[in-house]
């Protein structure tokens, strides 16, 4: 007899799970799997809406309104292999025809730094390579990462100016033949016929006194000693030491430099946090593979690098500022307080630095939902998975051991057995940012449209028919897939319970943070280079917090619908955190104003600096707001309000955090407590631990893992890329 499988959500977590169950041989004779979401779409946090509204009798715009700006990381491998796969199992979708069409590789970062009372930008190219991450081949370990870290900081020096009278650059060592000796004498070198002819020698007896070491170029020679040492055995004391003690005094040399001007400045900074995160890999031990990276999250990562001797003025710079703001790190929305776990920083630092395949960046060419989620949701129902929309999960019942009970809220009556919730937009299969109201019965479909009623909403008025599913009739597994802090209400049950289990539900709800975020959008008339923008299309950050993210993502219009008079030439994404203001009783419509008011006020305060020409004379700082493409021809700022700009304050759609010491209160994927319920998503303990989308495939694969092998004994052949940290440790 075959079990049913209840998808608790149906985001990221809970579709790559489905994806994973229906991938095994044979699934039908083993188990069902049903969807419960509520709502009219799927996707949780990378949700998109195409805009349904006409104007002026225009056919809607279908504009693609996002829950924020979404950018894979060429590290992603595993969520690629995933969207991979759908793509060639469904022969594309829509102009799509491989994968390789819907996501285009970006290499180009910026960073903005406020510099003696004005803003500089930064521009790093990360250079490509022949690989793709829907095949994943990176696989350098931690020691190379070093090693290319050294060669990079070595070559950052080499564009400082020096003072007239300083000493050459690279005279660290007395002389080449004391970087020599060091080399050999460690163990890192051998003398092979390669250094012999970069020593300028033939023969392999290199250290007779007639030889002039002293004209050798230590510069070259280290970097060249690098490019061989990859092959070394890097858990070998001697080695690391040898890094050290010729880091310390280069760091001697640096600390010697003056930073009178910017690009001074900017490339000391990069150096001494580069030196101070390799100080603290060797000294905490995690180089040598004693140690993990989880044993470093108590600690705050400035806090980190501080210990291992980053300079105060570093550990305010725009490369530590651009992580915070990669993953939202300021509890309660406090940009006063960033705070983020230490090991988890590094990782993340390295798998997005080293581990890319392609390019650091790849974008979605049309909406993310577009793209990820219709695809994932097409190929499942091909597969045979049922999808229960507008079903709320309110509460999960429990019994001794497991769960007996689900409470769920149908929200609204449907004309026909199934909700076929996509439209066509240019060949693409689209998310509505409204239900499709002709397949809702009519008198409830009327009411929703009068009173603009919020399916979606926390805080939503409208009351649905209650049921309950019970254990053995209508499941007999439960995966909770939701976002975090909606655990809160439909886990009541057991965090009263007065168990150890209810204590680590407590445990877990009250350590690992979640914060309130913004995304927006503007459709802007002129193109990039006419806003003032003269360098490539870009994605940045460190600029003005809170809307301190920006990207370019023109190339997403082009799967719009917009005609002459309202067309846009270029499109622009901001992302940040807000003042969080918590899940209050009701809708916070005071606070949303405020927060649209912040937003205004940025645009008419601080958009100068990014795009000089879409200014006016009378404020060379704000944005002259005729330039933005608004349908309801509006005046002045009030044609913000004719863009999309969300704020996430439902539970569902707040960010989940990796704060100092969370690690540790994350729970894995089966150990919920109880036998039939299982966890999926960015919050649980899952090997990354950060909330970002290859996180969360990542846990939707170990509980597939786990029920497979749990509930049914068959075994998971597939490689779960980075859980362990092995992409560290390739070996």
Not at 180 to 191: D, F, T
Not at 289 to 297: E, I, N, Q, V, W
Not at 635 to 643: A, E, H, L, P, V
């Amino acid at each position: 007899m075959t079990k049913k499988i209840a998808i608790l959500g149906g985001g990221i977590a809970g579709l790559a799970l489905a994806y994973e169950l229906t991938s095994i041989p044979g699934w039908q004779n083993y188990y069902s799997i049903e969807f419960y979401q509520q709502g009219w779409r799927l996707g949780g946090k990378c949700a998109t809406g195409r805009n349904v509204k006409e104007y002026d009798s225009n056919p809607p715009d279908y504009r693609a309104e996002e829950h924020g700006l979404h950018i894979f990381f060429g590290f992603y491998a595993n969520a690629f292999k995933l969207l991979n796969t759908c793509y060639q199992e469904l022969g594309g979708i829509g102009p799509f025809s491989e994968i390789g069409d819907a996501f285009k590789p970006h290499s180009d970062i910026f960073l903005t730094e406020y510099f003696l009372n004005e803003w500089k930008t930064l521009e790093f190219n990360f250079p490509q390579n022949k690989l793709v991450p829907w095949e994943h081949k990176n696989t350098d370990g931690l020691w190379e990462h070093i090693l290319t870290t050294i060669k990079f900081v070595l070559q950052i020096y080499t564009k400082i100016e020096q003072p007239v009278n300083s000493c050459p650059i690279f005279n660290v060592l007395e002389s080449g033949k004391d970087l020599v000796e060091l080399l050999l004498a460690s163990g890192i070198m051998e003398i092979t016929e390669e250094i012999a002819l970069l020593l300028g020698e033939q023969q392999k007896e290199l250290f007779s006194e007639q030889k002039k070491w002293e004209n050798l170029n230590p510069e070259n020679l280290l970097i060249q000693v690098l490019d061989t040492a990859s092959g070394i055995n890097s858990k070998k004391p001697c080695h690391q030491n040898l890094i050290l003690q010729l880091l310390e005094q280069f760091s001697q040399k640096v600390l010697k430099i003056t930073n009178s001007n910017f690009e001074t400045s900017w490339r000391l900074t990069l150096i001494d946090l580069a030196l101070a995160n390799i100080r603290g890999l060797f000294a905490d031990e995690i180089v040598s593979g004693k140690k993990s990276l989880d044993t470093l999250d108590q600690l705050d990562y400035r806090d980190w690098l501080k210990k291992h001797g980053a300079r105060e003025e570093s550990l305010q710079s725009c490369f530590i500022r651009v992580l915070y703001e990669l993953v939202y790190a300021f509890p309660q929305g406090d940009i006063s307080n960033p705070r983020l776990a230490a090991g988890v920083a590094i990782r993340i630092l390295t798998t997005v630095l080293f581990k890319y395949n392609g390019a650091i960046m790849w974008k979605a060419q049309a909406g993310f939902a577009d793209v990820i989620v219709s695809p994932i949701y097409k190929l499942l129902q091909r597969r045979g998975v049922k999808f229960n929309f507008f079903h709320t999960v309110k509460q999960v019942h429990i019994g001794d051991n497991t769960i007996d009970a689900i409470t769920v809220e149908k929200q609204v009556d449907l004309k026909t057995a199934e909700y076929e919730p996509l439209i066509s937009v240019k060949g693409l299969d689209c998310w509505p940012n409204k239900p499709l109201y002709d397949q809702i019965v009519d008198d409830q479909a009327e009411k929703l449209q009068e009173e603009n009623i919020d399916l979606e909403s926390f805080w939503t008025t409208w009351q649905g028919e209650t049921h309950i599913l019970q254990k053995g009739k209508d499941f007999d597994i439960a995966v909770l897939s939701t976002s975090l802090s909606p655990l809160s209400f439909i886990c009541k049950e057991i965090l009263e319970s007065k168990s150890s289990t209810g204590q680590k539900w407590q445990d877990m709800l009250s350590q690992v943070k979640t914060v309130t975020t913004q995304g927006g959008q503007l459709w802007l008339k002129p193109p990039l280079n006419q806003l003032g923008w003269k360098k490539p299309s870009p994605v940045l950050g460190s600029y003005v917090e809170p809307n301190s993210v920006y990207a370019d993502m023109t190339e997403v219009i082009k799967c719009e619908n917009w005609n002459g008079d309202n067309y846009p030439y270029s499109l622009a994404y901001f992302t940040g955190v807000i003042p969080d203001p918590g899940i209050p009783p009701t809708f916070p419509q005071k606070e949303i104003d405020n927060l649209n008011l912040s937003v205004i006020n940025f645009l008419e305060n601080d958009i100068g600096y990014l795009w000089p020409k879409a200014t006016t004379k009378s404020n060379p700082q704000g944005l002259n707001w005729d330039l933005l493409v608004d349908p309801l021809h509006k005046q002045g700022s009030d044609k913000f309000y004719s863009q999309y700009w969300r704020f996430n304050i439902n539970p569902a759609d707040r960010y989940v955090m990796s704060v100092p010491g969370s690690t540790a209160y994350r729970l894995k994927v089966d150990e919920s407590g109880f036998r039939n319920l299982y966890l999926a998503g960015d919050w649980v303990n899952n090997g990354y631990n950060s909330g970002c989308f290859e996180a969360t495939v990542m846990s939707a694969m170990q509980c597939a893992r786990a029920i497979l092998k749990q509930s049914f004994g068959i075994a998971y052949n597939k490689s779960i890329i980075g859980e362990n940290d092995e992409w560290f440790f390739p070996d």
